[in-house]
């Protein structure tokens, strides 16, 4: 079975700091690529950050860029989001999602998503 499960999300204060982990089980994790998704009550699904399967490349939104950073360790199965400086409008349940990075016909396989860990930014 696969499973994405996120940690490290809590309420923290204008400024602060939180560091997200995704750990993944049940599929090949260096062959994918991983993504951070936040969702805000009333708004559509944003992406925020991606990183490619062996961690050569990682691109943040510019909404967010100079403040996150994702990283992954393959040894361990498990996406990182460090948060700094957060502002309120950061408050938002955040999402990990796997996207298949081999090779493929037809059709992407499938992505995988993970439940979501709430991060509240407030004083």
């Known amino acids: 079975q696969v499973h994405l499960v996120e940690s490290g999300g809590g309420l923290v204060q204008p400024g602060g700091s939180l560091r997200l982990s995704c750990a993944a089980s049940g599929f090949t994790f260096s062959s994918y690529a991983m993504r951070w998704y936040r969702q805000a009550p009333g708004k559509e699904r944003e992406l925020v950050a991606h990183?490619?399967?062996?961690?050569?490349?990682?691109d943040i939104t510019d909404s967010v860029k100079g403040r996150f950073t994702i990283s992954r360790d393959n040894a361990k199965n498990t996406v990182y989001l460090q948060m700094v400086s957060l502002k309120p409008e950061d408050t938002a349940v955040y999402y990990c999602?796997?996207?298949?990075?081999?090779?493929?016909?037809?059709?992407?396989?499938?992505?995988?998503w993970g439940q979501g860990t709430q991060v509240t930014v407030s004083s």
């Open positions: 990183i490619t399967s062996a961690g050569g490349s990682a």
């Open positions: 999602n796997a996207v298949y990075s081999g090779l493929y016909i037809g059709r992407r396989p499938n992505d995988y």
